[in-house]
């Protein structure tokens, strides 16, 4: 089947994310999706495996949330939230702030993600700012960590990330450590913020599974004794939730199963369904407050054009209605069960040297020296699946709403290819 000409076109203009256009396989063409179906322009039909990177949490064209954002459309598609503010809005910081960790009280809308980090970071630094402690400047954050691709973002992930190496130069230095993991390495990192704590803002980290880092877990001891010694030493607390958010790791939050509300949480990715672009930050009263003054220059500045844009806002209520509505607690754990199930056959295969499970999240760790990700790229697309390998990593993080069906199809195939 020839390919259409929007196709043949716009591929001589478009560059891709994360891709060495010289060398990679040319993108596939997709016309239209549906549930876990990725529709082709050839005809094939591959069952996502990733959610579109981890967003369509309840499949893609899910009719409540398109109904909803339909009926925004007709009404008001943008208003700027500058002196302005709308129903759909403030609605969702109201539910937003009712399912999140108690305390997370004020929210501020932003159009991705990663500008939700941004904005975290901002507020933390502002924040100490109009304690009058603007030495307090730096954050700490982990290998292995992610935190998005703006500059602020890319500060506080690894710095040995693949991704972010080429701006190691441009980004502000900060405090990276590992992931403390026992108690030599707790005095370790406790002697450090001990040492440092006139300089840190802040600790960002993702909670329990570092995502693009290699879906690397850590346990929710861990998390809230990190959390513990950050509130010792007077550090806000950041928790970026965009991957692990709305039950991703079995939870709605994955601060949640630790116990801790956080300072300052970050929202994005499956906040809206997968079905159009917004990223919140939520804080906690006595940081809203610090914001509170006579003094203009308390105030935050900080303001995205589609902040708060009302078809993002609509989808948000809509996602999170479903959440209301359906069993999603119950699809997560049977996802996990057949995750735990299926693919712990993998690790007795060549070249595999872990295999993990948590939530809706599986993933089969490989000997890097034995790794091709668009090799196996191309032989899962062969399967009919849609999985996207990265680093030594090949994951699975479906849709929740997957049907068993489906779920089998990925988890066979992860089998299968592995296998040779």
Known sequence: MSLPEWYTNGSKHIWLPYTQMQTAPAPLA?????????????????????????????????????ESVERQLHTMP?????????????????????????GLNRVFFSDSGSVAVEVALKIALQYWRNRA???????????????????????????????????????IKQYVVDIPADEYAFAEFDSLLAAEQGNIAGIIIEPLVQGAGGMRFHSVDVLAEIHRIAKKYDMLFIADEIATGFYRTGSMFACSEAG????????????????????????????????????PDFAFMHGPTFMANPLACAAANASLDLFER????????????????????????????????????GAVQMDPEHFD??????????????????????????????????????TDSVAAVLKG
């Open 30 to 66: 997709v016309v239209s999706t549906r549930g876990t179906d990725i529709h082709l322009a050839d005809g094939r039909v591959l069952t996502d495996g990733i959610a579109s990177w981890w967003s369509c949490c309840h499949g893609y064209n899910h009719p409540h949330i398109l």
């Open 326 to 361: 359906e069993p999603v607690a119950q699809q997560v754990e049977a996802i996990e069960r057949h995750l735990s199930e299926t693919l712990e056959a993998c690790s007795d295969m060549p070249h595999v040297t872990d295999v993990r499970v948590k939530g809706a999240i």
């Open 373 to 410: 990700k668009y090799a196996l790229r191309e032989k899962f697309i062969e399967c009919g699946v849609w999985v996207r390998p990265f680093k030594d990593i090949v994951y699975l993080m479906p849709s929740l709403s997957i049907t068993p069906e489906h779920l089998k199809q990925l």
């Open 78 to 102: 943008h208003i700027m939230f500058g002196g302005l503010v709308h129903e759909p809005a403030l609605t969702l910081a109201t539910r937003l702030s009712s399912i999140t960790p108690e």
């Open 260 to 295: 801790i509300t956080p300072d300052i949480m970050c929202l994005g990715k499956a906040l809206t369904g997968g079905t159009i672009t917004l990223g919140a930050t939520l804080v906690q009263d006595e940081i809203f407050n610090a914001f509170l003054s006579d003094n």
């Open 133 to 171: 402690k603007p030495h307090k400047d730096r954050f700490i954050c982990f290998n292995d960590g992610y935190h998005g691709d703006t500059l602020g973002a890319m500060s506080v992930s690894d710095p040995e990330h693949s991704l972010h190496k080429a701006f190691r130069s441009a980004v």
